[in-house]
């Protein structure tokens, strides 16, 4: 289908595929690697598509002037969407990215791919993630996102970590959680941690307001309230 879209309108500038609800959420499906589909007029697009590779095929240069792109995947990806391409993919100034599963390649995936975007002004992560020895926190953020960003203005998150307690170096508490997020360029963040130790596995939820997703996973009795509209 998405051939005929880029060859039937050829002067397409703005095209928004995407449905708001995450239960019935209908996907723009691309034939890798068909070189059939490509624009040099489209400078907004806003999907939902099945995977990271499709993501990855978005960015390979065949939609050139793209400046604004909103992805929603059902999965992000696996080992072999590992990204290869170091190329710039400059033109590009605003990047959000959603995926309803859970990944075990947040490392391998995402931060590599937004080092790409040296002049990214706006910048949304919306994700859960499995995490071996520590969690996706503050200082993971500056450290991995936001030093490799000179020109980000926006940074809108919702990031979701999960681990086994046996994994995680330490256990973080509420006084890490602060002085994590200090300097922070997001003035509104809100955060919680929960712990179950019977069965063995932590979870670290933080995310700026607004909150922009249109559901909540995995409330708990700490569940912060406030910001959460």
């Known amino acids: 289908m998405s051939h005929h879209i880029f060859t039937v309108f050829i002067q397409l500038t703005h095209l928004i595929f995407y449905e708001s609800s995450h239960e019935h959420t209908v996907r723009l499906l691309f034939y890798i690697p068909s070189r059939r589909i490509s624009s040099s007029t489209l400078l ?107 020109k980000l203005n926006i940074f809108s998150f919702d990031l979701h970590s999960i681990a ?12 890490d959680i602060h002085q994590a997020f200090r300097n922070f360029p997001c003035t509104q963040i809100t955060t919680r941690i929960d712990y179950f130790l019977e069965e063995n596995w932590g979870q670290y939820h933080t995310y700026s307001y607004p909150f922009l997703m249109q559901y909540y996973k995995d409330i708990t009795n700490n569940f912060p309230g406030g910001l959460y509209q």
Do not use: W
């Open 44 to 150: 907004v697009l806003r999907i939902s598509v099945q995977c990271f590779h499709h993501c990855l095929f978005i960015l390979d240069g065949r939609f050139n002037q793209l400046h604004t792109l909103h992805i929603h995947l059902a999965n992000l990806g696996s080992p072999e969407a590992i990204i290869k391409s170091q190329a710039e993919i400059p033109n590009l100034k605003c990047f959000v990215l959603s995926c309803v599963l859970p990944t075990y390649d947040y490392d391998s995936l995402i931060p590599p791919l937004v080092h790409r975007m040296s002049n990214l002004e706006k910048l949304g992560l919306h994700l859960t993630i499995h995490v071996n020895a520590t969690f996706i926190d503050g200082n993971n953020l500056k450290k991995y996102i936001l030093n490799h960003m000179p």
């Open 164 to 175: 086994s307690i046996n994994n995680l170096i330490r256990l973080p508490l509420k006084e």
